[in-house]
Structure formats: C-alpha cells, structure tokens
C-alpha cells in the first residue's frame, strides 16, 4: 500500500502488487511487476509497463502506455489512450 500522506508518486520498477487509495495520484512510469488496485476517490497513470491486472473500483485510472494482463474497472472512471497496449481483456463491471 502506498503512503495515503503523499501527494503523488512515481515509480520506476516495482516487483510488488501495488494499492492506490485516498485520491492519490500515482504514476507508473516505467515497470511495474505486479497488479494494480485503484480504490474508491484515487487516481492511477500508465505511462509505462504494468505487467500484471489493473482493477479500479470507483476510482480512476489513465492507461497511456502497456498493460500486459487484464483492465478492470469497476464503477470507475478508465480511459484508454489511442496509443496504449492493453494485451489482456478490458472489462467494465457495474459496482
């Protein structure tokens, strides 16, 4: 889970699931192995590899790079950028 204080923060590799909560923003720049989880209120971009299931549950997520997996969203708010890669299948459930 990431720190609920910090304004915003950036990752280049991370090897771990990840958790977004409390309307903070969070960028994966560059490699994240694992899945990620966007909660109810914060804000998640894509802007490099996510290897792994991206799920948002009420919250929302911006895809502008590579998704090797699954998206999921779940009452969300998901936009997918014409030049983003997702290799999965990309789901909208209603919550």
Do not use: C
């Not at 590579?66 to 014409?82: E, F, Y």
């Amino acid at each position: 889970m990431l720190d609920p204080d910090s304004k915003s923060q950036t990752f280049s590799i991370q090897n771990d699931d990840l958790i977004v909560t409390r309307g903070r923003p969070l960028d994966i720049s560059v490699i994240q192995n694992g899945d990620l989880a966007v909660e109810s209120g914060a804000t998640a971009t894509i802007s490099g590899i996510l290897n792994g299931t991206a799920t948002v549950r009420n919250g929302t997520l911006h895809v502008i790079g590579v998704v090797n997996g699954d998206v999921i969203n779940i009452g969300g708010n998901l936009t997918i950028d014409p030049t983003a890669d997702v290799k999965g299948t990309v789901t909208n459930q209603e919550p």
